[in-house]
């Protein structure tokens, strides 16, 4: 009987260290080389189960630095993002394991009065009593975390992709009151179980509970984005259809116009004036764009608007009847960051040199997409943002791969010889 409770009290913490490591991947994916990944798992099994005593400072400070080594090495983020996940999950495995230790070792002894100390001296009964209670609590563990993992599944993932690195700073001071509760109490208060464990419970849910707040940050976020999506559409639309009255007017007297320029023909400047006013006149339509994705269609006159202010020739020759499966915000995050990438480098070159062309389409199931512009002969691909302030304006290239990502698809930048090109693909699903 022993036997069969050591080989299920085993199996169950395999299970619990893959439950946590999931989770972990969930929230922070693993880097994708794969012998990272196993070396990973075993890495985390050695982390997972570890166990901290009252008044045990250096297991305390070992378990925590491991764990921190562990996320920097192993998972892929930001360095708050990784921040938040120590924050998070390093006080709630010190607070889970050492309550169903704890626990486990108070109910053996109160039920068998064993001696305490090593187990030699003690009878197969209570041999038995012990693994029986200690595969109860592996049970315990296995069980919170993966209710823990089924509760906020759906947020983790979300969250890395969506806060700004202001709002990590936010999430992470909060999440600091767990991290400093659990570390207090299990190594200056004394074994006092009514002290301990309700701390040691609210340090959990605070960690968890910063999870759900940073949920809810995101999900006012993407509730603003979307109501600024649809204000953008009903302007765009609203101008689309004025355009649209003042081209019907155009043709409905365009006869006229034509009996006009007839009548002129001896005038050749009267005539390339006339010309090119009824150019002006129609000019302005024919920046809309009409790429099978409306939102992208929006995204792409407001950037055209913005190249021919700066007196920079922009191409854009994109068909995304495919892209349905794209959220309208990575499609801001991925084309507006590029083509504004794209008009800051042209602006510092002479009139002669700004040129911009986007294309898209795609190739059998991947959606090709390139933003190539002309740049300084110095410029290079850079990760971060050349602005100064870098909470407004983000990361630039870093969103863009983001994003990309997210649909499992690969971005790759190249500057050479005065030209910068930006190469992105997605597979459709």
């Known amino acids: 009987m022993i036997r069969f409770l050591d080989i299920l009290s085993f199996g169950l913490e395999w299970g619990y260290v893959l439950v946590f490591c999931w989770m972990l991947h969930t929230f922070l994916p693993l880097r994708r080389n794969r012998a990272l990944r196993i070396l990973a798992f075993f890495a985390c099994s050695l982390l997972a189960p570890a166990?901290?005593?009252?008044?045990?400072?250096?297991?305390?400070?070992?378990?925590?630095?491991?764990?921190?080594?562990?996320?920097?090495?192993?998972?892929?983020?930001r360095w708050m993002e990784k921040l938040s996940a120590v924050l998070v999950f390093g006080p709630a495995l010190i607070a889970v394991n050492y309550m169903t230790q704890d626990a486990g070792s108070r109910l053996f002894f109160g039920l068998t009065h064993a001696p305490s100390g090593l187990s030699q001296g003690w009878t197969r009964q209570e041999l038995l009593a012990s693994t029986a209670i200690?595969?109860?609590?592996?049970?315990?563990?296995?069980?919170?975390?993966?209710?823990?993992?089924?509760?906020?599944?759906?947020?983790?993932?979300?969250?890395?992709?969506?806060?700004?690195?202001?709002?990590?700073?936010?999430?992470?001071?909060?999440?600091?009151?767990p991290f400093v509760a659990i570390f207090t109490i299990i190594y200056f208060l004394p074994e006092d179980p009514v002290i301990v464990y309700p701390i040691c419970v609210t340090s959990i849910f605070s960690g968890f509970g910063c999870i759900w707040l940073a949920a809810y940050i995101c999900a006012s976020v993407r509730t603003a984005c979307h109501a600024r999506e649809l204000e953008v559409k009903q302007d765009y639309y609203r101008d689309r259809m004025k355009d649209e009255e003042r081209v019907r007017g155009i043709y409905h007297d365009l006869k006229n116009h034509l009996l006009v320029l007839q009548a002129r023909t001896e005038d050749g400047q009267e005539l390339r004036r006339s010309v090119q006013g009824l150019q002006e006149q129609i000019g302005a339509y024919e920046d809309y764009y009409h790429t099978g994705n409306e939102f992208l269609d929006i995204i792409l006159r407001d950037k055209a608007g913005k190249a021919q202010e700066r007196k920079i020739a922009f191409s854009a020759m994109l068909s995304m009847e495919d892209s349905a499966f794209l959220d309208p915000l990575d499609i801001s995050t991925i084309f507006g960051n590029a083509l504004d990438n794209a008009i800051e480098?042209?602006?510092?070159?002479?009139e002669e040199r700004r040129a911009i062309v986007a294309k898209a389409g795609r190739i059998r199931d991947i959606l090709v997409v390139s933003v190539e512009n002309n740049a300084l002969p110095e410029a290079a691909p850079s990760l971060k943002t050349t602005k100064r302030d870098e909470s407004a304006h983000g990361f630039g290239l870093p969103n863009i791969r983001k994003a990309v990502e997210r649909y499992g698809g690969q971005c790759s930048v190249r500057a050479r010889e005065g030209q910068f090109l930006l190469k992105i693909m997605i597979p459709v699903p």
């Open 345 to 350: 480098a042209s602006e510092k070159l002479p």
């Open 134 to 177: 200690h595969t109860g609590f592996q049970l315990v563990r296995l069980l919170f975390w993966t209710g823990a993992w089924l509760l906020l599944k759906k947020h983790l993932r979300r969250i890395t992709s969506d806060l700004t690195a202001r709002m990590w700073l936010v999430v992470d001071a909060l999440m600091l009151s």
């Open 51 to 77: 166990v901290i005593y009252s008044n045990d400072l250096p297991g305390l400070i070992g378990v925590l630095t491991g764990f921190g080594a562990y996320v920097a090495l192993f998972h892929r983020g």
